[in-house]
């Protein structure tokens, strides 16, 4: 019996052995995720994001608007069937003559009453119905409707620039977290190495106490620190996991961007009137006007009388197909014009035509707004890039000055020349310029997405390379 339990431990050892080898084999042969360029990442975002995909949406709505409205151009096919059950057979009274029917004479006259239905009556039909003029209305709703088609493509391209501009900063976002993420692991390695020669000089009596748990206190906090900032740089995976529509846990990885100082345009008028001729945005207030211009038509066509030529077959009967009829001809067909003109409304087709002319005008107010407001925005990007391409070079000069210092204080500190506190400051001082350093280069980057945006177009083709690691 004991042979036998010995030999089930083994089996089922060998399974769990081997369970545990096909398992690492499949998490080796599971491809680990390329890291994703700026260019890749952008035309995901394109190609996913959900503001994008509504945009499409909303275009294939406006082009079965314009499908609709050319479809009032043509004749329109109608039936109708009815079916009437009379209380008493209907009649008419007719005049005639009494006759006498001895002599042949007519004696007088008199009226009498003359069926002209059956109880029960079945109508049918059907008609044709081309409208010949409405006023201009039905070409004016299929130019609007033409327009609505242009107007939802330009929503498209904006909805596309925006996403694009997201899809640009989550990515720098990720890469600004992962720096700074390894500047905080690294902080806390210094700061636990210093807490360890200040653990060992304390038992050589060479500090104080103080020393020593000021060390463990600032190595809590690097700890801390670091912990905080890698849930920073989860977050950040995730916005961008959100931007390009996969899975928000989805292990994401960014390729880097080329150290800034970045090239740009350093004419601001220039792209200031870049912005006005490219942005979407004016392209849209424009489709706009033109379709309150003819939404005035549109009102305008009120004034005028509405004309129909009219085709119809119909049939009137007894039974249920309408072709038993004793009293009428069971079938006929007619041809006709009809017009209708609506003369008076007390003054609404005036007013609806001054709303429109009204709305039109606060649209060019609006869009003379719209323009000052372009040119602000692309102001304001174009400082905000200049400003953190300056950033970056005095960032980089105090870094070097931050670590020149670090290393000096450590060598004082080992000579027992400096204090602990000041090992601590001058590692904070590095760690604050290295944050800086990154957070001057990526906002390089981040002020360049936002110019591209204000202006409404690539700036610069070059988001390869390295941001160096200090």
Same mark, same amino acid.
């Given at each position: 019996?004991?042979?036998?339990?010995?030999?089930?431990?083994?089996?089922?050892?060998?399974?769990?052995?081997?369970?545990?080898?096909?398992?690492?084999?499949?998490?080796?042969?599971?491809?680990?995720?390329?890291?994703?360029?700026?260019?890749?990442?952008?035309?995901?975002?394109?190609?996913?994001?959900?503001?994008?995909?509504?945009?499409?949406?909303?275009?294939?709505?406006?082009?079965?608007?314009?499908?609709?409205?050319?479809?009032?151009?043509?004749?329109?096919?109608?039936?109708?069937?009815?079916?009437?059950?009379?209380?008493?057979?209907?009649?008419?009274?007719?005049?005639?003559?009494?006759?006498?029917?001895?002599?042949?004479?007519?004696?007088?006259?008199?009226?009498?009453?003359?069926?002209?239905?059956?109880?029960?009556?079945?109508?049918?039909?059907?008609?044709?119905?081309?409208?010949?003029?409405?006023?201009?209305?039905?070409?004016?709703?299929?130019?609007?409707?033409?327009?609505?088609?242009?107007?939802?493509?330009?929503?498209?391209?904006?909805?596309?620039?925006?996403?694009?501009?997201?899809?640009?900063?989550?990515?720098?976002?990720?890469?600004?977290?992962?720096?700074?993420?390894?500047?905080?692991?690294?902080?806390?390695?210094?700061?636990?190495?210093?807490?360890?020669?200040?653990?060992?000089?304390?038992?050589?009596?060479?500090?104080?106490?103080?020393?020593?748990?000021?060390?463990?206190?600032?190595?809590?906090?690097?700890?801390?620190?670091?912990?905080?900032?890698?849930?920073?740089?989860?977050?950040?995976?995730?916005?961008?996991?959100?931007?390009?529509?996969?899975?928000?846990?989805?292990?994401?990885?960014?390729?880097?961007?080329?150290?800034?100082?970045?090239?740009?345009?350093?004419?601001?008028?220039?792209?200031?009137?870049?912005?006005?001729?490219?942005?979407?945005?004016?392209?849209?207030?424009?489709?706009? *006007? +033109? !379709?309150?211009?003819?939404?005035?038509?549109?009102?305008? =066509?009120?004034?005028? @009388?509405?004309?129909? /030529? %009219? #085709?119809?077959? *119909? +049939? !009137?009967?007894?039974?249920?197909?309408?072709?038993?009829? =004793?009293?009428?001809? @069971?079938?006929?067909? /007619? %041809? #006709?014009?009809?017009?209708?003109?609506?003369?008076?409304?007390?003054?609404?087709?005036? =007013?609806?035509?001054?709303?429109?002319?009204?709305?039109?005008?606060?649209?060019?107010?609006?869009?003379?707004?719209?323009?000052?407001?372009?040119?602000?925005?692309?102001?304001?990007?174009?400082?905000?890039?200049?400003?953190?391409?300056?950033?970056?070079?005095?960032?980089?000069?105090?870094?070097?000055?931050?670590?020149?210092?670090?290393?000096?204080?450590?060598?004082?500190?080992?000579?027992?020349?400096?204090?602990?506190?000041?090992?601590?400051?001058?590692?904070?001082?590095?760690?604050?310029?290295?944050?800086?350093?990154?957070?001057?280069?990526?906002?390089?980057?981040?002020?360049?997405?936002?110019?591209?945006?204000?202006?409404?177009?690539?700036?610069?083709?070059?988001?390869?390379?390295?941001?160096?690691?200090?």
């Amino acid at each position: 019996m004991a042979d036998f339990d010995k030999m089930g431990m083994r089996f089922f050892g060998v399974i769990l052995l081997a369970g545990v080898l096909c398992s690492a084999w499949a998490m080796a042969a599971e491809p680990v995720p390329q890291p994703l360029s700026m260019y890749r990442a952008v035309a995901l975002a394109a190609a996913n994001n959900r503001l994008v995909r509504e945009a499409i949406q909303n275009g294939r709505a406006a082009e079965a608007a314009y499908r609709s409205a050319r479809a009032d151009l043509f004749a329109k096919a109608s039936a109708g069937y009815s079916y009437t059950r009379f209380k008493e057979q209907p009649y008419m009274w007719v005049e005639g003559y009494t006759v006498d029917t001895n002599l042949g004479t007519i004696t007088g006259l008199r009226n009498y009453q003359k069926t002209t239905s059956d109880k029960d009556l079945v109508e049918w039909n059907l008609t044709l119905t081309q409208p010949l003029f409405t006023g201009f209305a039905l070409t004016t709703r299929l130019k609007m409707a033409e327009l609505g088609m242009k107007s939802s493509q330009v929503e498209e391209t904006i909805a596309v620039q925006d996403v694009v501009k997201q899809a640009k900063l989550a990515v720098i976002n990720v890469l600004l977290a992962e720096k700074l993420l390894t500047v905080a692991v690294e902080t806390e390695k210094s700061i636990a190495a210093h807490a360890r020669n200040a653990e060992n000089f304390y038992d050589q009596g060479l500090i104080p106490y103080n020393d020593q748990l000021q060390a463990n206190v600032a190595l809590a906090d690097a700890i801390q620190q670091r912990v905080a900032q890698a849930a920073r740089r989860e977050m950040a995976v995730a916005t961008l996991n959100s931007v390009l529509d996969l899975p928000i846990g989805h292990p994401t990885r960014v390729a880097e961007l080329a150290e800034g100082p970045v090239a740009a345009p350093d004419d601001p008028e220039m792209l200031m009137d870049l912005a006005i001729r490219r942005r979407p945005e004016l392209k849209a207030l424009d489709l706009g *006007r +033109q !379709k309150l211009v003819q939404g005035r038509v549109l009102a305008r =066509s009120a004034y005028y @009388p509405t004309i129909n /030529l %009219v #085709g119809q077959y *119909r +049939q !009137k009967g007894e039974d249920w197909a309408a072709t038993d009829n =004793s009293y009428d001809n @069971p079938h006929n067909a /007619l %041809v #006709g014009v009809q017009a209708e003109w609506t003369f008076f409304e007390w003054g609404k087709t005036r =007013s609806e035509e001054a709303r429109v002319r009204h709305e039109i005008e606060a649209l060019d107010e609006k869009i003379n707004g719209v323009k000052q407001a372009l040119r602000l925005e692309t102001k304001d990007a174009f400082i905000r890039l200049q400003v953190a391409r300056e950033n970056v070079r005095t960032a980089n000069a105090a870094l070097d000055q931050a670590r020149e210092n670090l290393r000096i204080v450590n060598t004082r500190y080992a000579q027992q020349m400096a204090t602990s506190t000041d090992v601590l400051d001058a590692n904070t001082k590095q760690t604050r310029a290295r944050a800086n350093y990154f957070g001057a280069v990526y906002g390089c980057h981040s002020a360049l997405a936002e110019l591209e945006r204000a202006v409404g177009q690539p700036l610069t083709a070059d988001l390869s390379g390295t941001v160096q690691q200090p």
